[in-house]
């Protein structure tokens, strides 16, 4: 073979080598450009969703806070119904005392009134000699003062005519 021909073969192969490397540089180069554009496409589809994050995370903050504040009110008015509980406690405490005072007087009237029948305690008893529930004595005293009021007011419209 020739000088020549050998030459012509080496740069005919070198040409083709080189063909086929443009070729393989231009097929990477567009590869690497359609994956770009992927990416592109990913991250604009994420922005798009970013905005719908950033709505459902104020949403959420949001309901956080109105669930702090009805906790916060629902516990302010657990102290406050506490607190209204004490003090019917001791209201109902002072009542009962007052109660039992109320109660002590009127034995004690009732052991010095000759008309009231009473066992050694002072108790109003009924014609057997058993002793009246409190809540019967208070329903005679209740009685009791109506009549009163009643009879005096009788007398009061009589003396005027």
Do not use: C
Not at 100 to 113: C, G, N, P, S, V
Not at 116 to 123: A, L
Not at 126 to 155: I, V, Y
């Amino acid at each position: 073979m020739q000088t020549s021909t050998i030459i012509w073969i080496v740069v005919a192969v070198i040409v083709v080598i080189a063909i086929v490397a443009l070729v393989m540089a231009r097929s990477r180069g567009r590869r690497v450009e359609a994956k770009r554009e992927k990416a592109a496409e990913i991250r604009e589809h994420a922005s798009e969703h970013d905005q719908d994050l950033r709505e459902q995370e104020a949403s959420a903050t949001e309901a956080r806070a109105r669930s702090d504040l009805a906790r916060a009110e629902a516990q302010k008015r657990q102290v406050e119904a506490e607190r209204l509980a004490t003090e019917a406690q001791a209201r109902a405490g002072e009542a009962q005392s007052v109660r039992r005072e109320r109660d002590e007087q009127l034995r004690e009237a009732d052991r010095h009134d000759p008309d009231v029948r009473t066992d050694k305690e002072g108790y109003r008893v009924d014609e057997q000699g058993n002793r009246l529930t409190p809540d019967a004595d208070r329903d005679r005293d209740e009685r009791a003062t109506f009549d009163r009021r009643e009879d005096e007011s009788t007398r009061r419209d009589e003396r005027e005519r």
